[in-house]
């Protein structure tokens, strides 16, 4: 079946630190990917996605690469700010379908 | 402004009580969704509908009914609620073609007692 794995937080970096919150998954085919993020007491916002093998998203200097052959998505940010600090969440869309499935998310906790 | 509203955001019932949480978004979006979140399991997908008239199960959908009326609209009632059905709910939309980006409301946290 199809199901997304990811890290367990929570991630506790200080400001400036390098990010890497790790995320496989399972499909057949070529699911789309992406991210998400919830800011404390608000809903999900797509933080990036890639569509298809080797691509990279990112947005607001976080990026992830499509790993066909890794079956990954980790998610990398080279310098944390404290607003940062939210949870995370993986995902795939599985081919040809609208079914979003998600990971338990990974709570990133920065520091000044 | 693009965007799902849910209401009511907050809301204390009591057991068996009859609810009904409305989930509205305004860009002509086909494909509708609702979810739950509960600490340790992500979000899991409790009904969905491609269009008009159009709804299926999720992973979780004991417990719930829906409705698609309009396209605008998708509400989630709980006929009977129960503890167990304390929880953040999330509406979401998406243009419904496969792979493409859903949108999510502000979500509702519901307790049950």
């Known amino acids: 079946g199809n199901s997304v794995t990811q890290m367990e937080g929570p991630v506790t970096l200080s400001e400036e630190a390098f990010l890497t919150i790790n995320c496989t998954y399972t499909?057949?085919?070529?699911?789309?990917l992406f991210w998400y993020v919830q800011y404390p007491g608000e809903g999900l916002q797509l933080l990036l996605k890639?569509?298809?093998?080797?691509d990279k998203g990112s947005n607001k200097g976080f990026e992830a690469t499509y790993r066909k052959e890794t079956t990954s998505f980790h998610l990398e940010k080279g310098s944390v700010q404290v607003s940062d600090s939210a949870v995370y969440f993986c995902?795939?869309?599985?081919?040809?379908?609208?079914?979003?499935?998600f990971g338990t998310g990974t709570r990133l906790q920065v520091f000044p | 402004e693009a965007q799902v509203t849910q209401n009511p955001r907050y809301l204390i019932t009591v057991t068996g009580k009859k609810l009904t949480v409305t989930c509205s978004q305004n860009?002509?979006?086909?494909?509708m969704s609702w979810y739950r979140q509960d600490p340790g399991l992500g979000l899991r997908q409790i009904y969905y509908?491609?269009?008009?008239?159009?709804?299926d199960k999720g992973d979780v959908p004991e417990g719930y009914k829906v409705s698609r009326k309009e396209k605008r609209n998708f509400p989630l009632i709980l006929e009977s609620p129960s503890p167990n059905q304390t929880s953040l709910y999330f509406c979401?939309?998406?243009f419904g073609q496969g792979g493409e980006t859903q949108y999510f409301g502000p979500g509702t946290r519901l307790l049950v007692l």
């Open positions: 979401a939309s998406s």
């Open positions: 499909a057949t085919g070529y699911p789309s």
């Open positions: 890639a569509t298809k093998a080797d």
């Open positions: 995902a795939l869309i599985p081919y040809n379908t609208d079914k979003l499935i």
């Open positions: 860009m002509n979006h086909e494909y």
């Open positions: 509908s491609m269009n008009v008239e159009v709804t």
